[in-house]
């Protein structure tokens, strides 16, 4: 029976092709299957025969604790550098999302303390 060895839910893509160059190198059987339309499944990557397992697990996480060093150094000499994306960085690029929050949050803010205000008269 085929076993997800990776979710792909929140993996950028150049993580996928790392991983998928790290299991050719190592001959391990695997197949992807694509998210779905209606984003209900991420897609991920599979083992058709659980025999290696164990072995594809293993260097998956090497791999992820490779790339997560990698990555941290990365954003470590960003951060120094001043070229890391801050807070005002990512509301400059998806205005409508932080809006779209702040709206949320409001209505939130609002359906919560209006009971309050309603016994208060």
């Given amino acids: 029976m085929a076993t997800l060895l990776?979710?792909?839910r929140n993996v950028p893509d150049?993580?996928?092709?790392e991983v998928r160059a790290l299991l050719?190198?190592?001959?391990?059987d695997f197949y992807e299957t694509p998210p779905s339309f209606w984003g209900v499944s991420a897609g991920g990557f599979w083992l058709p025969d659980a025999a290696r397992l164990a072995e594809?697990?293993?260097?998956?996480?090497?791999?992820?604790?490779e790339r997560g060093e990698r990555v941290r150094a990365e954003n470590e000499?960003?951060?120094?550098e001043g070229r890391a994306a801050g807070t005002w960085a990512g509301?400059?690029?998806r205005p409508g999302q932080a809006l779209g929050a702040i709206i949320g949050i409001l209505?939130?803010?609002?359906v919560a303390t209006l009971p309050f205000l309603l016994i208060a008269r």
């Fill in 56 to 65: 594809a697990q293993s260097l998956l996480a090497r791999y992820q604790a």
């Fill in 6 to 8: 990776l979710n792909l």
């Fill in 77 to 80: 000499a960003a951060r120094r």
């Fill in 91 to 93: 509301i400059r690029a």
């Fill in 14 to 17: 150049d993580e996928a092709d």
């Fill in 24 to 28: 050719n190198a190592h001959g391990v």
């Fill in 107 to 110: 209505l939130m803010l609002a």
